[in-house]
């Protein structure tokens, strides 16, 4: 499943990043994820509650912000918002030739330690 690896990828690039001390006190791990991206939030939650058993994020939970998806149209230069994934069609004009401005994120944006917050 896709979303396992994920999970063990969010887990690997924290315990990276942050020494053990701080992992422990991690309280919440902050994380955007783009439309178009394809993997769903509650697979990606299940997966971390399985795979955070046992390490120092067990008392972590994941906040996941879903990014939506944005376009641009090449032919009238127009932007739309929340397009529908996989259909990537230009509000104004119909065209299929557009390019994808925001929707692709997959990444951890901050972890929450106590009451302070930690760029990622
Ligand atoms: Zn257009």
Not at 4 to 19: L, Y
Not at 32 to 60: R, Y
Not at 67 to 91: M, Y
Not at 94 to 109: A, F, P
Request: proline share 3%.
């Amino acid at each position: 499943m896709h979303e396992v690896s994920i999970a063990r990828s969010i887990i690997d690039e924290v315990k990276k990043s942050c020494s053990r001390k701080i992992l422990v006190r991690i309280e919440k791990i902050n994380i955007k994820i783009g439309q178009a991206t394809c993997v769903s939030p509650e697979s990606l939650d299940k997966a971390f509650t399985a795979l955070k058993k046992d390490t120092p994020l067990e008392n972590a939970e994941l906040n996941i912000k879903k990014i939506p998806l944005e376009i641009k149209c090449r032919e009238c230069r127009k932007k739309t918002r929340d397009a529908q994934w996989p259909v990537l069609l230009c509000g104004s004009c119909s065209s299929n030739s557009v390019d994808i401005i925001t929707g692709r994120e997959l990444r951890i944006d901050t972890v929450e330690i106590d009451d302070s917050k930690r760029q990622f």
